[in-house]
């Protein structure tokens, strides 16, 4: 894991958290479509907020730093999902899992394996992609999700 924003602490008045904000889903995404997965990490109980959030949903401490996620970890869970949403529609049955990463922060995202190849333990690498690339129809999103990206998980 990279911590290269560890100084980088959380909003300490609810008039600092912003759209732009690394701590908001907007702010993740704009870091992911510029290549780096953040996440938040609580310095009270040292939970990892993934995406970064102003507040640790643990312990509801705002004492949170930001840092670099590693792209790479295991899949903790995992399951086929038969009628996704409307945009993955067309790529069902699709296979989501959990995945922890090397970090021990945990991601949930789509795998670009079949349920049957996909097991518990599995290395996976997370990619970054433009919806388009991935077959998703960008007809689908919400007006404010017109420039994020998504992310999958590839096996290793």
């Known amino acids: 894991m990279t911590d290269t924003d560890s100084t980088t602490t959380g ?3 609810p008039e600092d958290i912003t759209a732009e904000s690394p701590f908001t889903l907007p702010g993740f995404f704009d ?4 290549g ?4 938040a990490r609580c310095t009270e ?14 312990c509801g401490s705002r004492a949170v730093t930001l840092s670099e996620q590693p792209r790479t970890g295991e899949v903790v869970s995992y399951t086929s999902v038969k009628r996704p949403p409307s945009a ?3 790529l069902a049955p699709i296979t989501v899992a959990v995945v922890e990463l090397d970090s021990s922060a ?10 049957e190849s996909v097991a518990i333990g ?10 388009e690339t991935v077959d998703i ?8 999700e017109e420039e994020w990206p998504v992310h999958v998980f590839d096996r290793l």
Request: proline fraction near 11%.
């Open 11 to 13: 909003p300490l008045a």
């Open 31 to 34: 870091a992911l479509a510029a």
């Open 36 to 39: 780096r997965l953040m996440a």
């Open 45 to 58: 109980c040292e939970t990892h907020l993934l995406p970064p959030r102003p507040a640790c949903y643990n």
């Open 88 to 90: 993955f529609e067309h």
């Open 106 to 115: 945990r991601l949930t995202g789509r795998v670009t394996a079949s349920l």
């Open 122 to 131: 599995d290395r996976v690498e997370l990619r970054v992609c433009d919806p």
């Open 137 to 144: 129809d960008p007809e689908f999103n919400l007006s404010y």
